[in-house]
């Protein structure tokens, strides 16, 4: 398995820009985790999917912020329009849920590093 | 409000020496996994070890360890014999609501060589 794919690798963007990042998730993993990660803030959780189904996003910073899981193999993460506070490394995660418990683990992508000027 | 705390910034080691890295968390759940992650230079999150809350006996990873003390929900990690390739983030990672991951602000250690 190739493990969590995440593209772009890198992004440089200008403030105004939409920017889409994508994940493929580990084949048979029906959890998906949206994470952005910044010197500041640390790890923040900003959505999670269950069976392609948005569970929780209210780690979404705000409305400029989206996330769509139109199937089991794709999940897109996009900001339109851009800030320069939205630049960070922003993770995808996948686990095989089977309970509630947080019995499974998360894999990780390698992370897209976004950066708005 | 839930929450997850490492109080150790940063932290640094001498090769082969032992340090402990720690995390508290507060949660309403009684049946969970807790989970450290380690995150080198390369930025790519690696789990570490992982401990099953309705066990009594701490997990073991070759030289990782765990301290899980449930009532005071303290959860802390023994690194053994320190090594180079220890040098990263590392982050404590309990499930705090149902499955989802929130992470602690993470320690950064360094191992002197």
């Known amino acids: 398995d190739a493990g969590v794919i995440q593209s772009p690798r890198h992004e440089v963007t200008e403030m105004g820009q939409e920017v889409t990042l994508r994940c493929k998730p580990i084949s048979g993993h029906n959890s998906l985790f949206w994470y952005r990660q910044t010197m500041m803030r640390g790890l923040e959780l900003l959505i999670y999917?269950?069976?392609?189904?948005?569970?929780?996003d209210s780690g979404m910073p705000e409305d400029r912020f989206s996330a769509k899981m139109p199937n089991a193999s794709f999940s897109t993460l996009k900001i339109q329009p851009s800030e320069p506070r939205d630049s960070a490394v922003y993770f995808c995660?996948?686990?095989?849920?089977?309970?509630?418990?947080?019995?499974?683990?998360?894999?990780f992508g390698a992370g897209s590093r976004l950066t708005v000027l | 409000a839930q929450t997850v705390t490492q109080s150790q910034p940063e932290m640094s080691v001498q090769e082969a020496e032992t340090v402990t890295l720690s995390c508290t968390y507060d949660?309403?759940?009684?049946?969970?996994?807790l989970f450290w992650y380690k995150q080198p230079p390369s930025r790519q999150m690696i789990l570490v070890i992982r401990?099953?809350?309705?066990?009594?006996q701490n997990a073991t990873e070759n030289r990782f360890s765990v301290n899980f003390q449930k009532a005071a929900k303290s959860f802390s990690l023994k690194i053994s014999d320190s090594q180079l390739g220890d040098t990263a983030m590392y982050f404590c990672?309990?499930?705090?609501?149902?499955?989802?991951?929130?992470f602690g602000t993470g320690t950064s250690l360094t191992v002197i060589p």
């Open positions: 401990q099953e809350a309705y066990k009594q």
């Open positions: 999917f269950n069976n392609n189904v948005p569970i929780d």
């Open positions: 990672a309990p499930p705090l609501t149902g499955n989802q991951f929130y």
């Open positions: 949660t309403s759940e009684n049946n969970y996994y």
């Open positions: 995660a996948s686990s095989s849920q089977r309970d509630y418990s947080g019995a499974n683990v998360l894999t």
